[in-house]
């Protein structure tokens, strides 16, 4: 089962691991919400492999492993070290076959690549630009809050209290989008089929950011996709439930 570990101790003394998941939070080192990440965690939950979280705030992600990547999630496996969700999805199918498969061969990892084209083109621009984009910054402690407000307002060119703006009336129309996927689960359990895929964790790594940073109740209760996900978050143990949802 994975615990958080201090990241001041793992910095400082270079403790060895067997395998370490390097973990965007703020304030609450316990909550960690970054899509990616949960891709990766949930990737390793899936293959049953034991693991550690090592709790990362945005202005600390440079620290992550003497600098070997500039995001996180950043995976070290022993001597192995791997940053972006999909690429340790890749690492861990090769790495250890014997366990269960996060593609279903190749044709499912060409098919993995489109589900997180059209997540990271319809979900998370949604997510970015609405309320949750407000309510991460509300969750960050304060040398957080000013890298996340500059870097942020750098992008969107206007302030983050712009950004959202008239994010309410944009739900009907992002509902809308989710047609292709509510389709596909009114007769599957799961993207993958009957049993769960890295497909099904790209998507539900950007549902569960917003469940994380967010109060707001953005899928009807009755939504195939809110249905769902609900498996989703009771898949290996309830790991996606082992972080509350934003109160």
């Not at 309410?168 to 292709?180: C, G, H, W």
């Not at 996927?181 to 007769?187: D, M």
């Amino acid at each position: 089962m994975a615990r958080c570990v201090s990241v001041i101790t793992l910095f400082s003394k270079g403790r060895a691991m067997s395998i370490t998941l390097y973990e965007l939070v703020g304030a609450d080192a316990g909550r960690p919400f970054s899509p990616h990440c949960w891709k990766a965690r949930m990737a390793l939950a899936h293959k049953g492999l034991s693991f550690e979280t090592v709790p990362v705030p945005f202005t600390k992600v440079p620290m992550v492993e003497d600098g070997f990547a500039t995001i996180v999630p950043v995976l070290r496996d022993g001597e192995q070290r791997v940053a972006d969700s999909f690429k340790i999805a890749e690492y861990l199918d090769d790495a250890y076959p014997d366990r269960p498969t996060l593609f279903g061969g190749e044709g499912g990892r060409a098919l993995s690549r489109f589900v997180e084209s059209w997540s990271q083109r319809t979900i998370h621009p949604f997510i970015s630009t609405s309320r949750p984009l407000l309510d991460i910054h509300g969750i960050l402690a304060e040398p957080d809050q000013v890298y996340f407000r500059e870097s942020r307002e750098r992008h969107f060119g206007r302030p983050l209290e712009q950004v959202v703006v008239g994010y309410e009336e944009r739900l009907d129309d992002f509902l809308d989008r989710l047609k292709p996927l509510r389709a596909l689960l009114e007769g599957r359990p799961f993207i993958g089929g009957e049993t769960p895929l890295f497909a099904d964790y790209i998507v539900f790594g950007a549902f569960q950011w917003l469940r994380i940073v967010s109060p707001w109740q953005v899928l009807p209760a009755s939504d195939a996709v809110t249905n769902w996900f609900e498996r989703c978050l009771d898949l290996h143990g309830g790991e996606g439930r082992k972080v509350s949802a934003a109160a």
